[in-house]
Every structure is written in C-alpha cells, then in structure tokens.
C-alpha cells in the first residue's frame, strides 16, 4: 500500500512552490508541503481517530486516491454522519482548535491559522447525504502516515454530478474517476443514487463516451447506458409538467436565480396532497 506521502513520487510531478500556499488563491500545494502543514494535517487526522467519530476523508486527497493527480487545493476535506460532527467540533475544540458551524444543513469548520479543515455531512442542495454505508464501502488507507478511509468513488462521482455552475464544473474530475477507476466502479451503486436525477448521469456518461472514444467501451457498461438512453427516450411518451419547474438550482445555485426571480419557474415543491 503507497502512503500519500511517497505515492506522489510515482504518479505527479513535482509543482514549484515558495510555500505551502499561493499567493493569488492561498491554495494548498499537497506535492510540496511545508513541515507545518504536513504537521497540521497530521496531528488533525490523529485528533479525528481519538475523538472517536467515524470520518471519510474526501476532495483532493479522495481525487488523488482514485486518479493519481494531484492539484492545489483550499483545505483538507472531512465527510461524517449529521451525527458526528458535534462530537468532532466539540472535540476539537478541548484541544485548542477554533470551530465554527457555517451552515447546520451541510458545513462545519475547524481552524488552525493558517490552515482549516471542511467538516461535510450534506451537500449543498442536501441530496447527498452522508449515511453509514459510505464508511462501510469506503477504502482503507493510509495518509500522513495515519490510517483512514477515503469516501467511496460511487459517492465522489454522486457528489460532482451536482457541481456545475460557474465558477466550478466537476465534469472533469469524474471522467478522470471513470478513466482511471472505472473498472472497479460499482455503477449499479451510482445508479441506485442517481436514480431521480438519473438524466444527470446520462449527459455525464456521453460527455464521458465524447472525450474518451478509445476507453469507453471498457468502462462504461451497455446495459446501463441503454437503461438510461430508454429513459430518455420514453419521456416524450408521458404527459407535460403541469408545473413549471426549473431543476438547474440542484446544479448551479447562481446562474438559475432569474428563472425563479423572474421568470416564474418553481424550484421547491410548494403544494400538497
């Protein structure tokens, strides 16, 4: 098993940094980090072990893990239960951290100027959410020299497919995942996720089958494209919404707010039955 530590050796170059952050973006260089950082990132991993929480580590680190790339990132990202976090924040806090509960319904923060940690147990727009079944599909490793689980590559891809506004699109990042994990991917699990906003996965599996045309009959299984292509399909055979409804608010919070604002698109579900 390759520690993050060394596996770095084998799978990026190095990128030159002063320091651990940039200057314009204050972005963590995970190849080239400084004794403090390594040491915060370190003794935060063994305080996660010794409060007795479970926790899943996630973002560039589970992109590493899965991909062999490696970026710049702001922090390091923790997913838990709605469950743990109090016990994580509460136990971080004994120990000298600043703590901060920046949203009830997904994020918490932990703080050590100048480094912080991202405590997730929802997602934004609150589809997914951290469950036991995450730590108990989640892989075993080893990072900082602290052993941990990664979140599940199903539940890494469930995510990004919700990411696509503006300022970030995670289109990338999946294909990188299909690319590089696919053939271990356990696509009936994502399915079974994606199974409400399956045309999500759909237009994500041809983006995929697009810049990929030399892999994707090897990852992509036809059974599950076919699934969807008839989904697709048999849309045009049902009724029309009687309510006008714009989903894009589930993927970008932002660029979607005219249709709500002004344009008389629902985005919530007001009635009842």
Known sequence: MLTFKYAFRQYAKPQVSAGCFTEKENMIHLDNLPEDCLSFFRDTLQLLHASGSQFMVGGALAMFHYTGITRPTKDLDIFCKSSEYPNILKHFAAHGYETELTDVRWLAKIYQEPYFIDIIFDSVNHNCTVEQDWYDRGPEAVLFDTKVRYIPAEELVWCKLYVQNRERHDSADI??????????????????????HWHLLLAQLIIFQFTYPHDYKEIIPRALFDELIKRAQQQYDLPACLEKVCMGPLIDQTQYQIDI?????????????
């Open 261 to 273: 604002k002004e344009w008389d698109y629902k985005s919530y579900t007001i009635k009842t039955v």
């Open 175 to 196: 294909n990188h995942i299909w690319l590089r994990y696919g053939r271990k991917f356990n696509w009936d699990q994502l399915l079974m996720r994606m199974d409400q």
